[in-house]
């Protein structure tokens, strides 16, 4: 199997894991997690962050038709997902310390983006768990983007941090020689 068509097999595999993951979870309405986001990850800590976003991409509009239109204005957190990942894995090598790093990074700009787009498509609420939340903060006073944005932020911060280490540790577990990996530490080695 040549190297492209191993990065469009992974890539495509890397899609439905985020399908299925945020399709089960938003279903079950568990909080604090999403997970669709880490086949983004994954795509990006091994391929760079033109995959992830791709990925990314791809993602929000297959949920969007099977899970409903709301997941489509989303695709721009999931694309920065896979541009952050990406470049961080690219500059530094996808380790414990820029997994952990890179999840609390995105654990914070994830919702910003998330909140403007609630906000400005859907009046704050998504038809998710954290809606009862926003309600209960409109309620007591607080503007529509504080309402949106706290359960956001605690939700993305566990959910990106938990997502960006276990990829860590799946890939570090997968044997080298069957990914060649194209994206290199900084000094040319690659990042376990």
Do not use: E, H
Not at 29 to 34: A, D, R
Not at 137 to 143: D, I, R, W
């Amino acid at each position: 199997m040549n190297q492209r068509t191993l990065i469009l097999t992974l890539s495509a595999l890397a899609v439905a894991i985020n399908v299925i993951a945020g399709t089960v979870i938003g279903n079950l309405k568990i909080p604090f997690l999403f997970l669709d986001v880490i086949g983004t990850i994954f795509i990006a800590a091994l391929y760079g962050p033109y995959w992830g976003a791709l990925v990314g991409l791809l993602t929000n509009l297959v949920l969007g038709v099977t899970s409903g239109y709301t997941s489509i204005p989303f695709a721009l957190v999931n694309i920065i997902v896979g541009l952050i990942i990406g470049f961080a894995a690219t500059r530094y090598g996808y380790t414990l310390k820029t997994a952990i790093v890179s999840g609390i990074l995105l654990g914070i700009i994830c919702p910003v983006i998330g909140t403007v787009i609630a906000v400005a498509v859907f009046g704050g609420l998504t038809g998710g768990a954290q809606d009862i939340f926003v309600l209960w903060l409109k309620n007591a006073g607080t503007s529509v983007f504080a309402a949106s944005f706290f359960p956001r932020l605690w939700d993305n911060l566990v959910d990106k941090i938990l997502s960006a280490v276990l990829i860590y540790y799946v890939l570090k577990g997968i044997p080298q020689s069957l990914l060649k990996r194209s994206t290199r530490k900084k000094g040319g080695s690659y990042a376990t």
